[in-house]
Structure formats: C-alpha cells, structure tokens
C-alpha cells in the first residue's frame, strides 16, 4: 500500500433541512442522503492516488473522499473509458460536425423560433440571427413576387403579428389548370440495357473481369462489400479548416495545485470570471458562494506533487488546468489530474453564453482526445476517468454512452463492462457488479 500524508475524518451527509450540524451532497440538482469516509490530504504522489481512485476515492482539491457506498440512497460507482478502443457514437459525431462547423462557417444551431415581443416603442423586434425565416410570397398589382425572408410568427398578438402584403384593390387571382388525357408511352425499349443504379452495373463489371481472369463463371465470383474506414476522434477534431474561419478556438494546458504556472496566474481573472458565470447560472449558486477562497479550495488547491516521476509522458505528472479559448476569450475550463495509468476529470466549467456548443461533452471529447494522445508516447497512460456514475441520476447517466465504458465494482475493485452492469443496477441501486468468485 502507498504511503502519503493525510489526516483522517468521518463525514456523515445528510439532506438539507435535516437539523443535524452535517454537511449535503449535491449533484447537478439532486441532494441524496450518503455516508462517506474522508481526508485531508496535504501530500500526495499521483501514485499514491491513482491507487486511491482505482478503490473508489475522488478529490475536491485537498479533500479526498470515498462514499460508503451500502449506506447511500444513490450508490456512486467509478467509471472509466477505454481510451485506446473509443468509438464514437452517432450523436457524438453529430456534436463534433456542429462545433467544425460553427468554427468553420459561425453557424450557430437552430434551437427553434425565438419569442417576438414588442419593444418599448410598441414596435416588434425579431433576432434575425436566432429566428427561423420563410420567403413570404407577396402579391402586388395581381401578381406573385417572392419577398426576401423575414420572420413570421403565428402568435395572434397584435403586436406579434406578421402577415402577407396583399394589394386588396386588385382582385386575386385564381390559378386554374385543365386536366390533359395522359400521352400512351410506347413501353421500354428492348434494344437498351436495363435501368439499374450505377453502383450495380459497377459490380457486374468487376464480376465479369474477376471470372474472365480466372476462367470461371461469373456466378462463381462472391465480391464481399468494403466497408469504408470508421473515422476516429481526431479525424473529426482535425477536419479541414478554411484559411479564414469564422472562430478560432485554442485549448492550453496550465499548471494548478502548489506550483501554479505563470500561465495560470495570468488568466486566474478571467478563469475565476466563468467559474463565477457557471455556478450562478447552472447550479444556481448565490454570488457570495462563488468567491476566490472558495474556487481556489475546489479547483485550484491539489495534493499531487508535480513532475514527470520517471514516467514516459511528455507532460508532467499532477493537477492542471485545460482551458478553451474561443478568439483570445476564455468559454470554458476543464480540470483535469493526470496520473501514471489515467487522465482524470475533476471539474468543467464554461460560459452558459456558448451552452448551445454543448461544451459538456465536447470537452469530455476533447479530453479523451488528450489521453490518446498521451498513449502515443507512454503506453501506460490508457484510461479516461470520468468519475462517479449514479445509474439512478439522470444527470449522471450520459457517461454510459461513452464506449467502451467500465464500473468499478464495490467488493472486488475489478472493471466491469457497463453494459454488463445496467440490469443489475436497475434491480438493486447497490449491487456486487463482479460475478466471479461471488459466492466466497
């Protein structure tokens, strides 16, 4: 067992409003009823940790945590990724073309019409960038002219309503067709070969080539279809760009913990800034809560000693800051530990302004990204750790959907398949997720 200096309490967490003097576990919006062991860890070795966290602990800056996982309402588990075999999802590829494609072109996603309200002067102001817009045919003078879009809303508002201009002192014209007997074809021409799509005729061509080289009968040759090369995460994130694309975004990796770097410090303004924006807007925090003291205790104070530690990584060892620029503007902040074995997600932040980039999952696809890219040059770096997963919480359950993912079981700290444990979770909130040995 790793040696390492700590100091060691007992926490028990209760709802709030419980009249006990405890402390409340909260995730995303949820406060469940836990019990915990605890401790304050002035020195850590990320050896020392990595042991920790592959027996269920986690960090929030010093403090080092592991729930008592039969005592909880909502039992948390580890969850870890397979870096080397990540596939992606379909949604997920969708996500990585909506980022390309607003850096690319600034094309924002279409989140649906946006509420038209009248203005103080009575008059009716549409976002143009955010409003869906249709032509609207016009008629003028008895005749049909396609106007240039604008926004039309179908709410019965005075104020919110948009209608066709119509010159009503000329009568309107209807539109009438007579209906013609069909012209009887002649029927297919016998003389030309028949339709087929190109594809098709392409396989026929080969078949008669292959049989006429082996000197067989075309019926003999079975041409097995190619399936095109599955693209991989860096294909999506190292798509083409144009010379000038609309956005440009940059990803630096700083130094946090006790050997802040002076990137770090020259940007703590501007990261305390979306941290504050962040926890205000999605966890509904109040402004007095999202101080200095408090930030630098969660994210930025870290027990890991820095350095490479013999390692073959070309990054050091220890606690960092993975920050995303979008055009020299900080937008988001993910935290991240990197240890001998794993890259661990502590925390991610950004500015609610660019929630419809999905930064949540893009950063943890970004950060995937980081740990295959570490795996090229040390081979022992081969895990993403996201940490808890709450079957139960459906803030929690997305992580499932990262393939291949895998649970740590609460009796044997084995890695269990996900899929694999679902349907046991589904019965029993806490469960043995390791079937071998389960009888002894």
């Known amino acids: 067992m790793p040696k390492f200096y700590a100091t060691w309490i007992f926490i028990k967490l209760l709802p709030v409003g419980s009249g006990d003097n405890t402390h409340s576990f909260k995730t995303a919006n949820y406060i469940y009823e836990s019990q915990a062991m605890g401790m304050w860890a002035h020195t850590l070795t990320v050896q020392s940790y990595q042991w920790l966290l592959e027996r269920g602990w986690r960090r929030s800056g010093r403090y080092c945590y592991k729930p008592t996982m039969e005592k909880c309402c909502c039992p948390q588990y580890m969850i870890r990724i397979s870096a080397k075999d990540f596939r992606l999802t379909k949604s997920q590829k969708k996500l990585l073309k909506k980022v390309h494609r607003y850096l690319s072109t600034g094309e924002k996603p279409w989140k649906g019409l946006e509420k038209v309200k009248p203005n103080s002067a009575g008059s009716v102001s549409v976002d143009m960038e955010t409003t869906h817009c249709k032509p609207i045919m016009a008629l003028t003078d008895g005749v049909s002219q396609e106007r240039p879009a604008v926004p039309f809303c179908d709410n019965n508002d005075a104020h919110c309503l948009?209608?066709?201009?119509?010159?009503?002192?000329?009568?309107?014209e209807k539109f009438t067709s007579e209906r013609k007997p069909p012209i009887k074809g002649s029927g297919p021409n016998s003389e030309k070969p028949k339709c087929g799509k190109a594809k098709q005729r392409r396989l026929e061509r080969k078949r008669q080539k292959l049989a006429a080289q082996a000197n067989i009968d075309p019926s003999e040759v079975i041409l097995l279809p190619k399936k095109p090369a599955e693209k991989t995460i860096e294909d999506f994130l190292n798509g083409p760009m144009p010379d000038q694309p609309a956005h440009r975004l940059e990803i630096k990796l700083v130094k946090s913990g006790d050997e802040l770097s002076d990137s770090f410090h020259s940007t703590f303004k501007q990261s305390l800034a979306v941290y504050s924006k962040y926890q205000m807007s999605v966890h509904k925090d109040?402004?007095?809560?999202?101080?200095?003291?408090?930030?630098?205790?969660?994210?930025?104070?870290?027990?890991?000693?820095t350095g490479h530690q013999g390692g073959k990584s070309p990054h050091e060892y220890g606690s960092f800051h993975q920050q995303y620029w979008l055009d020299d503007k900080l937008i988001a902040v993910g935290v991240i530990d990197i240890l001998p074995s794993y890259v661990s997600s502590v925390y991610l932040y950004y500015d609610p302004v660019y929630s419809f980039l999905s930064l949540g999952t893009y950063a943890a696809l970004r950060e995937i990204a980081f740990t295959r890219n570490l795996m090229a040059v040390d081979p022992d770096i081969?895990?993403?750790c996201m940490g808890y997963y709450i079957n139960s919480c459906p803030k929690m359950r997305y992580k499932a959907n990262f393939s291949p993912s895998f649970l740590l079981c609460p009796k044997t700290y084995t890695w269990q398949p996900v899929e694999n444990c679902r349907p046991k979770l589904e019965c029993n909130a806490y469960s043995r997720l390791d079937e071998t040995n389960a009888g002894k």
């Open 286 to 305: 109040k402004p007095a809560d999202c101080n200095k003291t408090t930030f630098e205790g969660f994210l930025v104070d870290s027990p890991l000693e």
């Open 162 to 172: 948009f209608t066709e201009i119509v010159d009503k002192n000329k009568p309107v």
């Open 382 to 384: 081969q895990f993403y």
